[in-house]
């Protein structure tokens, strides 16, 4: 299955609350599409249903009502990117200790790397 | 050449990603590393979501500045209100700035960090655009660059390479295309293409979307 737009709209269907227009899903910021397109392609491979998914977002939005967030949509994608942490996690595909080491590696990579060159990830990055 | 000159007090200037940025990023290498995604396969997807990343209104500011010249002048001198004004929110601290190209310069603008580039005006950067070799070659042959986006300038017209900092942003002004007198500053944000918004492209004619 190719990972093409008619698969993320699919996926914008299945999932409540998805903000999109008659096209497909859309975007606030750069960073929404690629959580989107990244829980697409695990999707794809069959790591989880857009059932199992959809009752993992709705366990983030939820806590995140219970801790005062306002819902008013533009913290969508925020609860979406938590539950991908969590739910990748529960599924053996990495750790919270994991995820944790390689955000820091990305921060440190950022530090180091002088403005206008891309920024990558080299194995000092973790020490 | 470098179109801007600035003091940086705060010393170096380095790369910034927000916290939620940087978690995305150590989600894809994980998931990269692990054979669960493939980088060049997002970044397909995402680049089909060009037109539905952010509130879009560069080609709005573009076709406004061809319409109203007063419009023009202040947003060439001050553009971030300018900007703001036909509903922009940007982040706090990007400086806009709008260069303006004219039949004696054409101006580009390079930049490999997704982060400086002006999302909110323009949707999505294009994947290339974040590529070193696009960068320097831009700087080193922009003629070669533009050719192969299928632009051909006159040999007279200049042609000037500007690169983002993490404080400033650019918009190109392009020139508004010849027989479109008459047309509603709709009907001409509609000729407005991201691509000559960033100076690899020309805007659209208007027998092009007829």
New interface residues.
């Given amino acids: 299955m190719p ?3 008619q698969a ?1 709209m699919r996926a914008a269907i299945a999932v409540p609350g998805v903000p999109r ?1 008659r ?13 989107f ?2 829980t ?3 999707h794809q ?1 069959g ?1 989880f249903s857009w059932k199992e998914w959809a009752d993992a977002l709705a366990v983030q939005i939820k806590r995140a009502q219970a801790e005062g967030d306002p819902d008013t949509g533009e913290t969508y994608y ?1 609860h979406w ?1 938590a539950a ?2 969590k739910l ?1 996690a529960e599924k053996g ?2 750790t919270p200790d ?2 944790h080491r ?2 820091h ?3 440190r990579a ?10 990558e ?1 080299k194995p000092e990055d973790f020490a | 050449m470098s179109g801007h000159d600035h003091d940086h007090p705060h010393g ?7 916290e ?12 990269t590393e ?1 054979g ?3 980088p060049a ?2 970044d ?3 680049e ?2 060009e037109k ?3 509130p879009r209104n560069g080609a709005l500011v573009v076709a406004k500045a061809w319409t109203d010249a007063g419009y023009r002048k202040w947003l060439l001198t001050d553009a971030n209100p300018a900007i703001a004004s036909v509903g922009y929110a940007g982040r706090q601290g990007e400086h806009m700035v709008v260069l303006e190209n004219t039949p004696k310069r054409h101006n580009m603008v390079v ?4 982060s ?1 580039y002006p ?1 909110p005006v323009l949707g ?2 294009p994947v290339w655009y ?3 070799p696009y ?1 320097s070659r831009a700087v080193a042959d922009p003629r070669g660059v533009l050719a192969d986006f299928g632009v051909e300038l006159p040999k007279e017209t200049e042609i000037r390479i500007w ?1 983002s ?2 404080e400033v942003r650019y918009l190109v002004l392009p020139m508004r295309p010849a027989g479109t007198e008459g047309l509603s500053e709709e009907r001409l944000a509609d000729l407005v293409t991201r691509d000559s918004m960033i100076g690899t492209g020309l805007p659209k004619r208007p027998e092009d979307i007829k």
């Fill in positions: 990972l093409d737009p993320a227009d096209d497909g899903p859309v975007f606030r910021e750069p960073w929404e599409a690629q959580a397109a990244m697409l392609a695990l491979r790591l925020r990117l991908l942490e990748i595909v990495t994991a995820l390689y955000r590696a990305w921060d950022c530090d180091r790397t002088p403005h206008g060159s891309p920024i990830l | 170096h200037e380095h790369s910034e990603l927000s939620t940025e940087l978690r995305v990023r150590a989600l894809e290498t994980i998931l692990k669960y995604v493939e396969a997002l397909l997807l995402i089909t979501y539905k990343v952010g930049c490999t960090l997704c400086c999302w999505l950067p974040k590529s070193a960068r690169d900092t993490s």
